[in-house]
Nanobody, 123 residues
Framework: QVQLVESGGGLVQAGGSLRLSCAAS????????MGWFRQAPGKEREFVAA????????DYADSVKGRFTISRVNAKSTVYLQMNSLKPEDTAVYYC????????????????WGQGTQVTVSS
């Protein structure tokens, strides 16, 4: 079992930055691929970014490439999402996900999910 707790959300003006954190507990963190998803009001949950257990492999949604960076520190059992040049359309609840299979994280069928953290970008 893996428990995930997100933090770092908040209100920011367009063009600003935020860094989200997801702290994991329960199993060997480095065995798990990690990812970030988001869900805006009235919309489907969508993939944002994913990273392999070692951190060597990453994937991003086209909408965030060049603006967001996913990273992890296995010694701290934490994954981060650095979000720069934020836009109002980035407003959503952001969820952390974990699975031993990288592809499962990317397609949204990960075994473990956090409760989410709200990000609001004002124009």
């Amino acid at each position: 079992q893996v428990q995930l707790v997100e933090s770092g959300g908040g209100l920011v003006q367009a063009g600003g930055s935020l860094r989200l954190s997801c702290a994991a507990s329960g199993r060997t963190f480095s065995s798990y691929a990690m990812g970030w998803f988001r869900q805006a009001p009235g919309k489907e949950r969508e993939f944002v970014a994913a990273i392999t257990g070692s951190g060597a492999g990453r994937d991003y949604a086209d909408s965030v490439k060049g603006r967001f960076t996913i990273s992890r520190v296995n010694a701290k059992s934490t994954v981060y999402l650095q979000m720069n040049s934020l836009k109002p359309e980035d407003t959503a609840v952001y969820y952390c996900a974990a699975d031993e299979r990288f592809n499962a994280v990317v397609v949204g069928t990960a075994d473990y999910w956090g409760q989410g953290t709200q990000v609001t970008v004002s124009s």
